[in-house]
């Protein structure tokens, strides 16, 4: 899993190491909104951090996940992404207390 820095907006790429065209994850990370699409653009899952359910310490999300799409993989980019991101935030708290 990959993080374009070239592009106007966040995006992530996943490549296989079997090759084949991969997938692209675009949207909102911060907010983890996000779709994740095949080589072709089409989307084949959604994910959104569920903004319902806040009765614990955890993050909680709702995943969408098109026919034929292999459910663990979209889970397991959703969950690098959400690691990612999680210590981008601690990164910039603790600069934040440095200054």
């Known amino acids: 899993l990959e993080k374009a820095m070239v592009a106007l907006a966040d995006t992530f790429e ?19 909104r996000f779709v994740m699409k095949n080589g ?27 026919a034929g799409m292999d459910p663990i993989l979209v889970m397991a980019c959703a969950c690098a992404i959400d690691e990612e991101f999680d210590e981008e935030h601690k990164k910039k708290k603790q600069q934040e207390k440095e200054e």
Do not use: C, M, P
């Not at 997938?23 to 990370?29: A, H, Q, R, Y």
């Not at 009765?55 to 995943?63: A, G, S």
């Open 14 to 32: 996943f490549k296989s190491e079997k090759g084949g065209s991969g997938f692209k994850l675009e949207g909102d990370f911060l907010d983890r």
């Open 40 to 66: 072709k653009g089409e989307v084949v899952a959604k994910v959104t951090k569920d903004q319902i359910i806040e009765f614990d310490q955890f993050n909680h999300y709702q995943v969408e996940v098109a």
